[in-house]
């Protein structure tokens, strides 16, 4: 289903939560959508590699990098992995890198920037919990929706 985020809130006002503009569009998809499911890492993507190499089942991963623009962590091999195993999207609170190539996948990504550093991996952060940026809670099971107007979430489905 085809969407803008602009009519989402028209019609749903005081319905939904919208995120401050804050994020840039690096995915070869602008307009994605999905349930959202959540890692909360600190430079340290090693649970980001683990969820996009799994069944995304046409879920959006919110990423809750705490804002850092010292990693990156999203590249092209992990969009494409996503992008692979039927992720809609990636919205990342930090930075990705490869954002050339990453333009060219089939996969959303917003991100704060770009950052050409890899991240530690040591296995350290937490999934499946709420985080919290962009003044958004962003709930696992809950619905994001975002375009090139930015991001919309929601606890129920607004296509159906």
Avoid at 4 to 23: R, W
Avoid at 39 to 60: H, Q, T, Y
Avoid at 72 to 96: E, P, R
């Amino acid at each position: 289903m085809t969407f803008k985020t602009a009519d989402l809130c028209d019609d749903h006002e005081g319905k939904i939560s919208v995120a401050e503009p804050l994020f840039a569009d690096f995915g070869g998809n602008i307009c994605f959508s999905g349930k959202i499911f959540t890692i909360k890492c600190f430079e340290d993507n090693s649970l980001v590699r683990v969820a996009l190499n799994a069944p995304g089942e046409g879920r959006v991963l919110v990423i809750d990098g705490g804002g850092s623009i010292r990693r990156a962590l999203v590249g092209d091999l992990l969009a494409q992995a996503g992008a692979d195993n039927n992720w809609s999207g990636i919205v990342v609170n930090g930075c990705i890198r490869d954002s050339g190539v990453i333009a060219t996948i089939k996969i959303g990504c917003k991100a704060l920037g770009t950052l050409p550093m890899k991240t530690d991996k040591k296995g350290i952060g937490e999934q499946d919990l709420t985080v919290h940026f962009a003044d958004v809670d962003f709930v696992p099971g809950h619905y994001l929706y975002a375009d090139e107007d930015g991001i919309v979430v929601s606890a129920h489905n607004l296509l159906s």
